[in-house]
């Protein structure tokens, strides 16, 4: 079979990349050469200990993206890019989100998040980007 072929056959289905991945491919390779450099200059000590630690982080995160990416339980991986999402939003800008008003959505088709007001029970979410529309309790 052809590679291509092959490739879009096993991808068929799969979750593939979000914000999470993009993230977590660059941080993997990242924080691994980072892990293995210090373990390969350094024999003892903190930052041989550090390195041990940065190279097995490095791995985690690059077989998590992996199986992520790889995964066929969309629903659980929006998820955990809802999470990271929000716990970035939080980290690194504050306020901008308001949790007490609003419940925030990823778009299952194009991953753009959705912010909906709060308490309307179950409601029909229109993407502003791509259109898609899905259901979701607010
Ligand atoms: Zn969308």
């Known amino acids: 079979m052809r590679f291509r072929a092959w490739l879009s056959q096993f991808m068929e289905g799969r979750y593939g990349q979000d914000n999470l991945s993009r993230f977590l491919l660059p941080f993997g390779f990242?924080?691994?050469?980072?892990?293995?450099?210090?373990?390969?200059?350094?024999?003892?000590?903190?930052?041989?200990?550090?390195?041990?630690?940065?190279?097995?982080?490095?791995?985690?995160?690059?077989?998590?993206?992996?199986?992520?990416t790889w995964s066929r339980n969309h629903a659980a991986r929006r998820r955990e890019n809802e999470r990271f999402l929000s716990l970035k939003q939080r980290l690194f800008s504050g306020t901008k989100r308001d949790y007490r008003n609003y419940r925030y959505f990823s778009c299952p088709s194009c991953k753009t998040m959705v912010r909906v007001p709060k308490g309307k029970g179950n409601i029909r979410i229109t993407c502003p980007n791509c259109r898609e529309t899905f259901l979701r309790k607010s």
């Open 30 to 68: 990242v924080t691994f050469l980072i892990g293995y450099i210090l373990v390969r200059k350094i024999d003892a000590g903190f930052f041989r200990f550090f390195g041990v630690v940065l190279y097995y982080l490095g791995t985690v995160a690059i077989f998590w993206n992996l199986f992520r």
